[in-house]
């Protein structure tokens, strides 16, 4: 059996409508499964950090510890800065790091933390083995995943089941699971742990706002994002199809009744002591 590509290509890329999705992003409604065990001395690593709207509220859930935040898209970062700057927090630092082969000492950490970032590499096992190194013993390991399989929506919008099986193909062939949410406690065993608790919560958009920001991020995302490029490039998909995708996304937004949800799967690990 050949041997799990360490790298995979990141789906979604970095633009604006992208971006416009994660900084959204909270610990509140991102990492509400972790917030529990956190205490305030605690040190944690938030890898795929993206915006660093996570990094941020995890590091004023620590005021006595630090937070560091990685990414391996360097040009992330800056923004990351700016958000903690922006909030005036002094414990939280930021570096690029790949999540296979991290740049830290064994037992460094009391608790590591990845959000929506297995789906998109190239061998979660080695990722979770690697983020198990670097937490200290009795530490948390904690993962959260969407699985795109089981996203479900209404009313039934024609062109919205081509984006998809489109998207699942394209996440595929970049390397990575969409469907990652169901198999993080899978590759949590295979990693090595045994402490594992697994649960899923969800992300559920129908308001008139909530539908116009869904719907609109994922019209341009089909069109102008590195999925579109990755999409047509790979001959997964014509620019007449993407955008016709887009438009079912829009016709989606204005429905009154419309309503979307997204499950997510979840683990959190305690690294034997």
């Given at each position: 059996?050949?041997?799990?590509?360490?790298?995979?290509?990141?789906?979604?890329?970095?633009?604006?409508?992208?971006l416009r999705s994660h900084t959204r992003?909270?610990a509140a409604n991102s990492a509400a499964?972790?917030?529990?065990?956190?205490?305030?001395?605690?040190?944690?690593?938030?890898?795929?950090?993206?915006?660093?709207?996570?990094?941020?509220?995890?590091?004023?859930?620590?005021?006595?510890?630090?937070?560091?935040?990685?990414?391996?898209?360097?040009?992330?970062?800056?923004?990351?800065?700016?958000?903690?700057?922006?909030?005036?927090?002094?414990?939280?630092?930021?570096?690029?790091?790949?999540?296979?082969?991290?740049?830290?000492?064994?037992?460094?950490?009391?608790?590591?933390?990845?959000?929506?970032?297995?789906?998109?590499?190239?061998?979660?096992?080695?990722?979770?083995?690697?983020?198990?190194?670097?937490?200290?013993?009795?530490?948390?390991?904690?993962?959260?995943?969407?699985?795109?399989?089981?996203?479900?929506?209404?009313?039934?919008?024609?062109?919205?089941?081509?984006?998809?099986?489109?998207?699942?193909?394209?996440?595929?062939?970049?390397?990575?699971?969409?469907?990652?949410?169901?198999?993080?406690?899978?590759?949590?065993?295979?990693?090595?742990?045994?402490?594992?608790?697994?649960?899923?919560?969800?992300?559920?958009?129908?308001?008139?706002?909530?539908?116009?920001?869904?719907?609109?991020?994922?019209?341009?995302?089909?069109?102008?994002?590195?999925?579109?490029?990755?999409?047509?490039?790979?001959?997964?998909?014509?620019?007449?199809?993407?955008?016709?995708?887009?438009?079912?996304?829009?016709?989606?937004?204005?429905?009154?009744?419309?309503?979307?949800?997204?499950?997510?799967?979840?683990?959190?690990?305690?690294?034997?002591?």
């Amino acid at each position: 059996m050949p041997k799990p590509q360490e790298t995979a290509v990141y789906t979604h890329g970095h633009h604006e409508s992208v971006l416009r999705s994660h900084t959204r992003r909270t610990a509140a409604n991102s990492a509400a499964y972790l917030l529990g065990s956190l205490k305030p001395h605690m040190k944690i690593l938030d890898i795929g950090c993206g915006p660093g709207t996570i990094t941020a509220d995890l590091a004023a859930l620590v005021p006595d510890g630090s937070v560091t935040g990685v990414d391996r898209e360097p040009g992330i970062l800056d923004q990351a800065r700016a958000t903690a700057a922006g909030r005036g927090l002094t414990n939280v630092d930021f570096a690029v790091a790949d999540v296979h082969a991290l740049d830290y000492p064994d037992d460094t950490f009391c608790v590591v933390h990845a959000h929506q970032v297995l789906q998109h590499v190239g061998d979660p096992v080695q990722a979770l083995r690697e983020m198990v190194r670097v937490t200290k013993p009795g530490g948390f390991i904690a993962a959260r995943d969407g699985d795109y399989a089981v996203m479900t929506w209404y009313p039934e919008v024609s062109g919205l089941d081509d984006w998809l099986e489109l998207y699942r193909r394209v996440a595929r062939a970049n390397g990575g699971e969409p469907d990652a949410g169901r198999r993080l406690k899978a590759w949590a065993q295979r990693a090595g742990l045994s402490d594992i608790t697994a649960t899923s919560s969800t992300w559920t958009f129908h308001t008139p706002d909530e539908r116009a920001w869904w719907s609109g991020l994922w019209a341009d995302r089909t069109v102008a994002s590195s999925y579109a490029a990755v999409a047509t490039e790979g001959g997964h998909a014509t620019a007449g199809q993407l955008r016709a995708i887009a438009e079912a996304w829009r016709e989606w937004g204005k429905q009154d009744d419309g309503w979307f949800a997204v499950l997510h799967g979840e683990i959190l690990c305690r690294k034997p002591v």
